[in-house]
């Protein structure tokens, strides 16, 4: 399978495209609104599997290109880029590709952070409403510690929750999600659901803030 | 300690019942509107206790008596509850009693359950708000799996969270959560974050609901 980081030069998109590109025998590729960026980040990312013994090809595009060549797009971006995005790709998608989410719209004050979704109840649900209706869209990746995910000597054992309507791309998700080591991809419903899933994500940056042994810290639920 | 959990009949009241009284040394008063109620719950529990070897002694009262012989008083009432059984014991609570509400407002759908949080923000923030000024507001034992929380015979090993203005209040219930075998109290800020944690709740009954394995889940943050 082919799979397209947009913004993945960002943390999310960085640890996803390690991650993938190690434990799977997918195709990563990185896009960029700069594809200079993008190439630059593959050169990056390249030396970082290299030194770990991975021999794994990564490649950049600009956002559309590697829209168009993938079968999931996975929108890394930030939150209030997210929409923008998709409208930027949209007509590279279809039906046969799967569009994914992981931003959370947040706010910040001196307490800590705040789960502020967009006026469709979250970023998933906005991005269904922008994306085209035939392209399925699942909510993924919200709540994993950046830090860990980018660092492949990270100790990693964490479980990321999966929304969608469409079944199929949801169990294609969740099984892409569970090919890289370490994580686990559990149902969290349909995409009506995504609020509550992404309103873990300031939460867990509350519990890195206010305890000092959990700087980079994720979730299992047990 | 004396601890008081009004409406300590329900779900979550009967497990931290158990636990409190089997784990710790301090005294468990189960509180409800009808003081029938909580001995008849008392009797349960000690019968429990007594099953499990645990010699404790648990005492049953009207919420009001609960409240004015407890150090801790725990909110353990449905979130609509919660406003009024503040009002109810106002009179007992003073400076030296700390009121810890675990309580969550929620609403379902077809799809699952949805945070609903009351105008103050939190169910949290509602009770500070409804208790007398100098009393110490605590926000703790949210997500917990209420079904192993009662069952002694499960595992247990689960995080809860905590939020508080007040330093020494919210260490002591740090201290008191800390002391039940298996739950681990992390710091979660103050009062003004207790909305991201209170959301938790939904998402849990929705994992519960979407995968068969975790009918019963909690959280561990790691």
């Given at each position: 399978?082919?799979?397209?980081?947009?913004?993945?030069?960002?943390d999310?998109?960085?640890?996803?495209?390690?991650?993938f590109?190690?434990?799977?025998?997918h195709?990563?590729?990185i896009?960029?609104r700069d594809?200079?960026?993008?190439?630059?980040?593959?050169?990056?990312?390249?030396?970082i599997?290299?030194?770990?013994?991975?021999?794994?090809?990564?490649?950049?595009?600009?956002?559309?290109?590697?829209?168009?060549?993938?079968?999931?797009?996975?929108?890394?971006?930030?939150?209030?880029?997210?929409?923008?995005?998709?409208?930027?790709?949209?007509?590279?998608?279809?039906?046969?590709t799967?569009?994914?989410?992981?931003?959370?719209?947040m706010?910040?004050?001196?307490?800590g952070?705040?789960?502020?979704?967009?006026?469709?109840?979250s970023?998933?649900?906005?991005?269904?409403?922008?994306?085209p209706?035939?392209?399925?869209?699942?909510?993924?990746?919200?709540?994993?510690a950046?830090?860990?995910l980018?660092?492949?000597?990270?100790?990693?054992?964490l479980?990321?929750?999966?929304?969608?309507?469409?079944?199929?791309?949801?169990?294609?998700?969740r099984?892409?999600?569970?090919e890289?080591e370490?994580?686990r991809?559990?149902?969290?419903g349909?995409?009506?659901?995504?609020?509550?899933?992404?309103?873990?994500?300031?939460l867990?940056?509350?519990?890195?803030?206010?305890?000092?042994e959990?700087?980079?810290?994720g979730?299992?639920?047990?």
């Amino acid at each position: 399978m082919r799979i397209a980081l947009l913004g993945g030069t960002g943390d999310i998109g960085e640890g996803l495209a390690l991650r993938f590109a190690r434990d799977t025998d997918h195709e990563v590729l990185i896009g960029s609104r700069d594809p200079e960026k993008a190439r630059d980040a593959v050169a990056d990312y390249e030396s970082i599997l290299e030194d770990h013994g991975a021999d794994a090809t990564v490649k950049g595009f600009a956002n559309e290109m590697a829209a168009d060549r993938a079968d999931v797009v996975v929108l890394s971006v930030p939150p209030y880029y997210a929409g923008d995005t998709v409208d930027a790709v949209a007509d590279t998608l279809d039906e046969e590709t799967i569009l994914v989410t992981p931003a959370v719209g947040m706010q910040g004050d001196e307490d800590g952070m705040h789960y502020h979704p967009p006026g469709a109840g979250s970023v998933t649900e906005l991005v269904a409403q922008r994306a085209p209706d035939a392209v399925p869209v699942v909510g993924a990746f919200h709540n994993l510690a950046a830090g860990k995910l980018a660092d492949l000597d990270a100790e990693f054992d964490l479980d990321t929750l999966v929304v969608a309507d469409d079944d199929g791309a949801k169990k294609t998700v969740r099984d892409l999600a569970g090919e890289i080591e370490g994580l686990r991809a559990l149902d969290a419903g349909p995409l009506g659901n995504a609020a509550e899933v992404e309103s873990v994500t300031p939460l867990v940056i509350n519990i890195a803030k206010y305890n000092e042994e959990l700087h980079d810290v994720g979730v299992k639920w047990i």
